[in-house]
């Protein structure tokens, strides 16, 4: 069935180092895939977003690729801070009007 | 613009007790939905309201019930609340393009 699958945490990082976390999704199709990000005592916001194969979404410094080839939406960035800690949660809508969540990262950034 | 707000932001209920969590937005969003997120489970969808006048269960409904008051207003109802309903519960809405807006989350103890 309809899937997203994204790297079980904790990740523990030091500031500045170089970030990846991995979400793959098995689907028909190729559905539109996103970021959300959590940040502590809040609600998930929009991070970033592809809509369609080789889109590349970005905002804040982190980055995605929609690899179709792969079926995966890997989240980047250069170059963490200590304000990056949070949960981030992959994304793609599988059913009628519902988005399918994976289970969330836990990021955190030590100065 | 307040984008999605949700009422209490705390609670504490006794077992068998009702309650019903509110939640409103204000973006003109046809679709509304229920989560609960618990440690280490992610968020499961409880209940979701594509337009106006339409309820569907999620993944994980029972001991809940819910109401679509209006396009702004999609209200959670425990009926007798149970220790395992202690969870942290977010509303959300979402576009036609399945970007979804989440509320600041009602943190729900039952004892």
């Known amino acids: 069935g309809n899937s997203v699958t994204q790297m079980e945490g904790p990740v523990t990082l030091s500031e500045e180092a170089f970030l990846t976390i991995n979400c793959t999704y098995t689907?028909?199709?190729?559905?539109?895939l996103f970021w959300y990000v959590q940040y502590p005592g809040e609600g998930l916001q929009l991070l970033l977003k592809?809509?369609?194969?080789?889109d590349k979404g970005s905002n804040k410094g982190f980055e995605a690729t929609y690899r179709k080839e792969t079926t995966s939406f890997h989240l980047e960035k250069g170059s963490v801070q200590v304000s990056d800690s949070a949960v981030y949660f992959c994304?793609?809508?599988?059913?009628?009007?519902?988005?399918?969540f994976g289970t969330g990262t836990r990021l955190t950034i030590i100065p | 613009n307040a984008g999605v707000t949700q009422t209490p932001k705390f609670q504490v209920l006794k077992t068998g007790q009702s309650m019903t969590l509110q939640c409103a937005q204000d973006?003109?969003?046809?679709?509304m939905y229920w989560y609960r997120q618990d440690p280490g489970m992610g968020l499961r969808l409880i209940y979701y309201?594509?337009?106006?006048?339409?309820?569907d269960k999620g993944e994980v409904p029972n001991g809940y019930n819910v109401s679509r008051l209006n396009k702004r207003e999609f209200s959670l109802r425990l009926e007798s609340a149970a220790p395992s309903q202690t969870s942290v519960y977010f509303c959300?809405?979402?576009?036609?393009?399945?970007?979804?807006?989440f509320g600041p989350g009602t943190r729900l103890t039952v004892t």
């Open positions: 959300a809405s979402s576009t036609r393009s399945w970007e979804q807006y």
């Open positions: 689907a028909t199709g190729y559905p539109s």
């Open positions: 592809a809509t369609k194969a080789d």
């Open positions: 994304a793609a809508p599988f059913g009628n009007e519902k988005l399918t």
């Open positions: 973006m003109n969003h046809n679709s």
């Open positions: 309201s594509a337009s106006e006048g339409t309820t």
